[in-house]
């Protein structure tokens, strides 16, 4: 995975297992919920004074939503990589009830203003308030697609080698889990890995941790996009 920093986070009291979509049993209070994850960089001739409006009516959107868990935020790392996005938003609610209208509009307006987009939807059992990330304060997202040709095998060892980092001692929470059969479309990623840290510190000794650097050669050789994004919150 890129050796880039990755910021965001999660609440402590939904932190009990460091593994979501794995082997490991479920973190404390998960339940099955459906996670919008995009990440998206706004039109170059979008202004920075419409970025930040634009912005302030997408949050006031999912604020009249009452959505289980929304959050949205913006890179916190400087350094320009092809493959990093600029903002981020999750959005979390019950699998058996549709998004409101008035955020789905939402939705269709803010990805008008949009360049490019990279999206995972998924179900699975989370924390009530998993996308809001209460409390933590360094979130790593990367999302992934196999390459077509990459084998079943190439695959499981891939996804298990990311399973692995979950275990690393510095990681607050950890979801690596793959997009829902039905989510389909151009952005639509295969994989999402979500990664909580409580400082950016441990973010830092997780991504130069030696087993990181030896997944890398093997993840590049099969994998054919990825995006990430690093968002620092609560700072």
């Not at 990330?133 to 095998?153: I, L, N, Q």
Request: aromatic residues 8%; charged residues 20%; contains cysteine.
């Amino acid at each position: 995975m890129p050796n880039r920093r990755h910021l965001m986070a999660l609440s402590a009291a939904a932190t009990a297992a460091v593994m979501v979509g794995g082997a490991a049993a479920q973190p404390v209070g998960a339940r099955p919920a459906r996670l919008e994850t995009r990440l998206f960089n706004f039109k170059p001739d979008i202004s920075p004074d419409e970025t930040a409006a634009v912005i302030a009516r997408f949050k006031a959107s999912a604020a009249s939503a009452d959505l289980d868990g929304f959050m949205i935020g913006r890179n916190a790392i400087p350094q320009q990589f092809p493959t990093r996005f600029e903002w981020i938003y999750m959005a979390q609610w019950d699998p058996d009830a549709p998004l409101p209208a008035q955020f789905t509009v939402a939705q269709d307006q803010l990805a008008a203003l949009c360049r490019d987009e990279a999206i995972c939807d998924l179900s699975c059992p989370l924390p009530a308030g998993y996308g809001a990330a209460p409390g933590v304060k360094v979130r790593h997202t990367v999302m992934f697609s196999f390459k077509p040709d990459a084998s079943p095998e190439d695959r499981e060892r891939n996804v298990n080698a990311i399973r692995g980092m979950g275990k690393l001692p510095m990681v607050q929470n950890y979801l690596v889990q793959q997009h829902m059969p039905s989510a389909s479309g151009p952005d639509q990623m295969d994989w999402q890995v979500v990664g909580d840290f409580a400082s950016m510190a441990d973010y830092h000794a997780y991504s130069d941790a030696p087993v990181h650097l030896a997944i890398r050669q093997d993840f590049t050789a099969h994998t054919s996009r990825v995006a990430f994004l690093d968002v620092e919150l609560n700072p």
